[in-house]
T-cell receptor, first 113, second 117 residues
C-alpha cells in the first residue's frame, strides 16, 4: 500500500522556467510533509517542509503548496537552475516531530541549460 | 560540522553470507534511523533509535536483520544470512530530537550500496 505517491518518474524543464513536482497521499493522519533532494551517490538532503496547519511555505526559490482536501502537495522551483537536477522525494509523517517518514518513489528533475 | 558517516560505501557478497553496515551520526544527535532504498523507490524505515533504545522496529525483518546502538552513538545493522532480495542501498540518518522541538530534520548519510549475488 503506497501511502505517498509521486506519479511522475521524471520531469524535464528549461533553465529559468518553473519546475512543478507533485505528490499525492492517502493517509489522512499525515500532518507534516517534507521534500528531500538527492544527488547520485549521496544521501537525501532536506529541502523544505510544511505543516498541515499551513497551505504554503516559501524558502527562496522553493515553495511548497499543500491542499489537504485533495491530499496533494507540490513543490515549485522558480527559476530552475541546472544545479537543481536531482531526484526529489516527497515524504510525510503523522507526527509533527517528523520521526517516522513515509517517502514517495521520487521524481528525477532535469534542468536543461 | 561532519555529517552522517557510513561505511562501507559499497559491498558485494554472495547469498547466504553475513554483512554488516556501520553508521556514525552527527555529533549530539540522539535519534538514529536505518532505511532501505530499493531501486526506483523511496527510502523505507527499518528501525529508529532514541539514544540506545529501539523505539520503532516494526519494519525490520527480524528473522535475518539485527541492529544495535551501543552507548547511544554509533550503530551497526547486520544481515545474516543475506538473500538476493536484500540488494539495495542502506541509508542511515540522524536527527536532534527534544521536548521543545516540533520539527526534527533528518540528516542522511551517503548510504551503503549492497549487492547480493
Amino acid at each position: 500500500d503506497q501511502q505517498v505517491k509521486q506519479n511522475s518518474p521524471s520531469l524535464s524543464v528549461q533553465e529559468g522556467r518553473i519546475s512543478i513536482l507533485n505528490c499525492d497521499y492517502t493517509n489522512s493522519m499525515f500532518d507534516y510533509f517534507l521534500w528531500y533532494k538527492k544527488y547520485p551517490a549521496e544521501g537525501p538532503t532536506f529541502l523544505i517542509s510544511i505543516s498541515s496547519i499551513k497551505d504554503k511555505n516559501e524558502d527562496g526559490r522553493f515553495t511548497v503548496f499543500l491542499n489537504k482536501s485533495a491530499k496533494h502537495l507540490s513543490l515549485h522551483i522558480v527559476p530552475s537552475q541546472p544545479g537543481d537536477s536531482a531526484v526529489y522525494f516527497c515524504a510525510a509523517s503523522e507526527e509533527t516531530s517528523g520521526s517516522r517518514l513515509t517517502f514517495g518513489e521520487g521524481t528525477q528533475l532535469t534542468v536543461n541549460p | 560540522e561532519a555529517g552522517v558517516v557510513q561505511s562501507p560505501r559499497y559491498k558485494i557478497i554472495e547469498k547466504k553470507q553475513p554483512v554488516a553496515f556501520w553508521c556514525n551520526p552527527i555529533s549530539g544527535h540522539n535519534t538514529l534511523y536505518w532505511y532501505r532504498q530499493n531501486l526506483g523507490q523511496g527510502p523505507e524505515l527499518l528501525i529508529r533509535y532514541e539514544n540506545e533504545e529501539a523505539v520503532d522496529d516494526s519494519q525490520l525483518p527480524k528473522d535475518r536483520f539485527s541492529a544495535e546502538r551501543l552507548k547511544g552513538v554509533d550503530s551497526t545493522l547486520k544481515i545474516q544470512p543475506a538473500e538476493l532480495g536484500d540488494s539495495a542501498v542502506y541509508l542511515c540518518a540522524s536527527s536532534l530530537d527534544g521536548p521543545l522541538l516540533t520539527t526534527d530534520t533528518q540528516y542522511f548519510g551517503p548510504g551503503t550500496r549492497l549487492t547480493v549475488l
